[in-house]
């Protein structure tokens, strides 16, 4: 079996997942190219996630008490 390579750019990362669930796949084994996919999707995202947690904890202003502050008026 040929493995195929896809590059996804990290913006495009949620919305390529959001695409993989909604798919309607009649066939079994498309639908467990499916899952496999979406897993590895949610890996990406998941390690994403925990890299800008390191950034923010990195450069992130803090208060007082040591933990981040949340700017919320944007």
């Known amino acids: 079996m040929k493995k ?10 949620g919305t390529a997942l959001a ?3 909604k798919m309607d796949l009649k ?5 467990r190219h499916r899952s496999k996919f979406k897993k590895e999707l949610l890996k990406a995202v998941e390690g ?7 950034l923010y904890d990195q ?6 008490d040591g933990k981040l502050v949340i700017n919320e008026t944007q």
């Open 27 to 31: 066939a079994a084994s498309a639908s």
């Open 48 to 54: 994403l996630q925990e890299s800008e947690m390191e």
């Open 19 to 21: 695409f993989v669930a």
């Open 4 to 13: 195929v390579t896809i590059t996804l750019k990290n913006y495009e990362l």
């Open 59 to 64: 450069y992130g202003e803090k208060d007082a």
